[in-house]
């Protein structure tokens, strides 16, 4: 079994804290060093307690989505001799009341823009089926509640 790991870091320092009035800012930390500011939502905790400039847990969850997406999908795309130039995706996730009637987040859309070059380009049943199998085989998707939904934008 492999084994992932990130350290987060959030100290109170001189902040009162019973109050509900703490910075919800934090850092998290990976193994090749890199140091990411997060904090809660503004969205969920307003300012100042929040940090805009920050990733917020849910934005890193769409993102993880997304990227875990892409990354089973440059390699589908090479294994059958399509040339990726370049790929955006501009993810969305919808937080909500579950079936349980708790918050969770209820649907990540992938929205994938796509370019090629070179020959053979993939037709849309193909680009189509690249997706299916990319989302297939991601992990991330695989390990969520919420639906994981694939809305691809081919660039021409």
């Known amino acids: 079994m492999q084994q992932f790991t990130a350290t987060l870091l959030w100290e109170r320092g001189r902040q009162e804290f019973t109050d509900q009035r703490y910075s919800r800012a934090h850092e998290w930390r990976f193994d090749g060093g890199l140091r990411v500011p997060a904090s809660s939502s503004p969205l969920s905790v307003p300012l100042p307690m929040s940090d805009p400039a920050a990733v917020d847990p849910e934005e890193a969850l769409v993102a993880a989505a997304s990227s875990c997406h892409m990354l089973f999908f440059l390699s589908i795309a090479a294994q059958r001799g399509f040339t990726v130039d370049r790929y955006q995706d501009h993810a969305v996730g919808a937080l909500g009341r ?43 998707a695989n390990s969520l509640k919420a639906d994981v939904v694939i809305a691809a934008a081919a660039e021409g």
């Open 98 to 140: 579950g079936a349980d009637g708790r918050m969770a987040m209820t649907r990540i859309t992938l929205r994938p823009a796509i370019a090629f070059s070179g020959a053979p380009v993939p037709d849309a049943a193909a680009l189509a089926a690249i997706h299916h199998l990319a989302h297939e085989k991601c992990y991330i």
